[in-house]
């Protein structure tokens, strides 16, 4: 199986400031067709997860231009350019490359 | 707008059966990959089972296989997980995914609480 690695686990950020979140993968993640499935997700308290990011950088439609995704191989990170309080929540990277799917163990994000 | 809407958890105990279903509305369902997601509680997420466009293609997690059975209708829009021989770690809110894209999901059901106890 392929596992993704999140760091930090724990990440308290000062409202206005930015964040930084690493996930790396025990195996490349290009799939035969090219694509690079590696997604993004928030989770905040008591809700269904929600997709932010997907083929590493691609926005989903009404989420904020804060949140970026970049990468590539392993290696990707997925920032937020300037942290609201909203944004406290659970970030988690997904894979879709090869079965099974995986998640990361995710990154909690809270406000100092 | 996007909703799925999952049914059938609750409380069931070891070595027993259970059916999960997902109603899905304001996308085309059989166009997209359809999921089972479950999160044991306070833990991450963990995919359990994914099922093509028409059913003909269908994945699971190892500790599942031969024991849970993702299914769907078109139809009715409608998205099935029989669980059976439950274990106690099987207990996990269970939630129905989908997308219209290969390799990720987008749209996510409010989920439903399963819980493996005598």
């Known amino acids: 199986d392929i596992v993704l690695t999140q760091s930090p686990l724990s990440l308290p950020v000062t409202l206005g400031q930015p964040a930084s979140i690493s996930c790396r993968s025990s195996q490349g993640l290009v799939h035969s067709d090219g694509n690079t499935y590696l997604s993004w997700f928030q989770q905040r308290p008591g809700r269904s997860p929600r997709r932010l990011i997907y083929q590493i950088s691609n926005r989903d439609s009404g989420v904020p231009d804060r949140f970026s995704g970049s990468g590539s191989g392993t290696d990707f990170t997925l920032k937020i350019s300037r942290v609201e309080a909203e944004d406290v929540a659970i970030y988690y990277c997904?894979?879709?490359?090869?079965?099974?799917?995986?998640f990361g163990q995710g990154t909690k994000v809270e406000i100092k | 707008e996007v909703q799925l809407v999952e049914s059938g958890g609750g409380l069931v105990q070891p070595g027993g059966s259970l059916r999960l279903s997902c109603t899905a509305s304001?996308?085309?369902?059989?166009?997209?990959?359809m999921t089972w997601v479950r999160q044991a509680p306070g833990k991450g997420l963990e995919w359990v089972a994914l099922i093509n466009q028409d059913g003909g293609g269908e994945f699971y997690l190892d500790s599942v296989q031969g024991r849970f059975f993702i299914s769907r209708d078109n139809a009715k829009n409608s998205l099935f997980l029989q669980m059976n021989s439950v274990r106690a770690e099987d207990t996990a809110v269970y939630f129905c995914?989908?997308?219209?894209?290969?390799?990720?999901?987008?749209?996510w059901g409010q989920g439903t609480l399963v819980t493996v106890s005598s």
């Open positions: 304001g996308f085309t369902f059989s166009s997209s990959w």
């Open positions: 995914t989908g997308a219209n894209e290969p390799g990720t999901t987008n749209y």
């Open positions: 997904m894979q879709g490359t090869g079965w099974p799917w995986t």
